[in-house]
């Protein structure tokens, strides 16, 4: 038994250890918000025309139809300027034939405004640094189903790694109590800076 969870505690720590150390990297980014970079900060806004058989989609007041057709645009704009991020949102203003689109990604966002009647596009897009892309990833922020899994997996590897050490602690009788005490004397440490930083 004592092997398995001893196999469990390296190669679950080795599985973890990169994003281990990104988790704590950033932990001290986010915890320190005046710690700011612009490296990799970027803005564009282009206008581009819009093809002539999307500029025929239909537009009514069915909210379903308006969804294919706008999806149909957005794919469009993804392969023709390389958009990246899930639609957060379309909205359609028929007294105007205006639909504008909206694409999320972490530290960043692309704007699309559609003059349906003429076809101009208006592209905004924004990136706002390899430290803010660091920061959303931690957060999971519009990251997308994928990462919000990886980051599923890797908070259960954590509880594996933690309790099968716990469990390899209590199997060493010589370190049992040693072990035992720092750890209570830890957690005891974390509720006394909550404490604290509850009466400034």
């Not at 038994?1 to 390296?10: A, E, F, N």
Request: glycine share 6%; charged share 15%.
């Amino acid at each position: 038994m004592s092997r398995w969870w001893r196999w469990v505690h390296v190669y679950g720590s080795m599985l973890i250890l990169s994003l281990l150390l990104f988790f704590s990297v950033t932990g001290i980014t986010l915890n320190h918000p005046e710690l700011r970079s612009s490296l990799g900060a970027q803005s564009t806004e282009v206008t581009l025309q819009l093809p002539s058989n999307l500029q025929q989609l239909p537009f009514t007041d069915d909210a379903l139809a308006n969804a294919a057709s706008a999806k149909q645009i957005a794919n469009w704009l993804r392969e023709s300027q390389q958009i990246l991020g899930a639609v957060e949102h379309f909205r359609f203003e028929p007294s105007e034939s205006m639909l504008e689109l909206d694409f999320k990604r972490p530290a960043g966002y692309s704007n699309a405004e559609i003059d349906l009647q003429s076809g101009e596009v208006v592209l905004l897009s924004e990136h706002q640094g390899v430290l803010a892309l660091l920061n959303d990833l931690h957060k999971g922020r519009d990251a997308g189903f994928a990462w919000k899994l990886l980051l599923d997996i890797a908070a259960l590897l954590c509880i594996l790694v933690a309790v099968s050490g716990l469990y390899l602690l209590w199997r060493a009788q010589k370190l049992r109590h040693k072990g035992l005490y720092t750890a209570s004397i830890a957690t005891a440490l974390v509720f006394l800076v909550y404490q604290l930083a509850l009466h400034p």
